[in-house]
């Protein structure tokens, strides 16, 4: 991506920013929040971060990883084990960053 | 209240610094992850900088980063970034009954510095739905300390990423911190099968391109879940008596 593309994403960003944190209030008049949104967003978050997450920790170059020898692996095992004991973000990526730097560090994994 | 007094003399303005000082910590370590993620995604330090002062929503720049550096369209990174923004939509009709009096500008400028944890707060402290002179002092105190920690903290990464090498690995920590917030909106059972199809859905499509996977995979985990909600019996007879 181009430098010039890449700010015209982030200016879109920014509008997404102010469009969403606004978004019921720029309306003059009282508007509903209609049914299928409240339902929409119950689940849009979580679809969005997942479709986004999980070809991060498990591809490599547009391919499901083929090897055991990948820090990720190890590293999003510690995270969802930290998470689940605790529900403490801060020491799930502590704890999974921690294991990552290890064995590219000591294994070139 | 005197009206010639400045904002940040106002005592409630104190009172919004104090009530976010406690949790400034974690919104400062979000903020370094996401510094850094921002420069490991390959956003030299310019860009960098400018999208942290920007766009200020760390979940969705968490989640557009990784898009940006693969080069997906303009519009799929906006449509990933909308939908993970979302829940400030429904904060936004929270806002509504508190900002009523002020012009259309002003409730722009001010709802576009609320995070998660400033709503949280002003709630907690102005349960009353309807404006009153405090609130507005105490919503930049609150700000005053949210925005300078994340800002700070994520010039920071920005800064500490540019000299790490990218060996290291440090980018990951943007998709553990993602791993983190995708764990805390695990919440039933309707979550955990509309994540299960996001998840099989993206990995099915993969091969569409134009990363159209992540639109199917929203689709798909939107539809699945709604019929859920809908048409799943209740629990009570799913479930036979314990």
């Known amino acids: ?109 | 209240m005197n009206a010639s007094q400045p904002l940040w003399r106002h005592p409630e303005f104190a009172r919004g610094a104090r009530d976010m000082t406690g949790i400034s910590l974690g919104i400062g370590a979000w903020g370094l992850v996401t510094g850094i993620a921002m420069v490991k995604a390959g956003l030299g330090l310019p860009l960098a900088i400018t999208m942290s002062l920007l766009v200020f929503a760390g979940s969705a720049q968490l989640a557009a980063l990784p898009l940006i550096a693969q080069g997906a369209p303009l519009w799929v990174i906006w449509a990933t970034a909308f939908c993970v923004n979302l829940r400030f939509v429904i904060f936004s009709a929270g806002w509504r009954p508190y900002f009523a009096p002020l012009s259309l500008r002003h409730r722009l400028w001010v709802t576009y510095f609320m995070a998660d944890l400033n709503y949280v707060a002003f709630m907690k402290r102005f349960p009353q739905p309807g404006p009153m002179s405090d609130q507005l002092p105490y919503l930049w105190g609150g700000v005053a300390v949210n925005w300078t920690a994340w800002q700070l903290m994520s010039m920071l990464g920005i800064g500490l990423a540019d000299v790490i090498p990218t060996q290291w690995g440090l980018g990951f920590a943007g998709s553990l911190a993602l791993l983190g917030i995708t764990g805390t909106l695990l919440i039933d059972r309707g979550t955990w099968i509309a994540a299960a199809v996001a998840a099989c859905a993206a990995f099915a499509a993969f091969a569409l391109p134009f990363h159209l996977n992540i639109v199917v995979a929203i689709a798909a985990a939107i539809a699945i879940g709604v019929l859920v909600d809908h048409f799943a019996p209740p629990r009570a007879i799913m479930r036979a008596p314990s």
């Open chain 1, 1 to 109: 991506m181009s430098h010039w593309t890449v700010l015209v994403a982030i200016v879109g960003l920014t509008v997404i920013t102010v469009v969403t944190r606004g978004f019921f209030v720029i309306p003059e008049r009282e508007v509903p929040i209609p049914a299928w949104l409240r339902e929409a967003l119950r689940y849009a978050p979580l679809a969005a971060l997942v479709a986004v997450l999980l070809p991060e920790i498990a591809m490599t170059d547009d391919h499901l990883i083929a090897t055991w020898k990948d820090a990720r692996i190890y590293a999003t095992a510690m995270g969802v084990l930290v998470f689940c004991t605790t529900r403490n973000l801060l020491g799930t990526i502590l704890a999974g960053t921690a294991v990552l730097v290890a064995l590219r560090l000591g294994f070139g994994w």
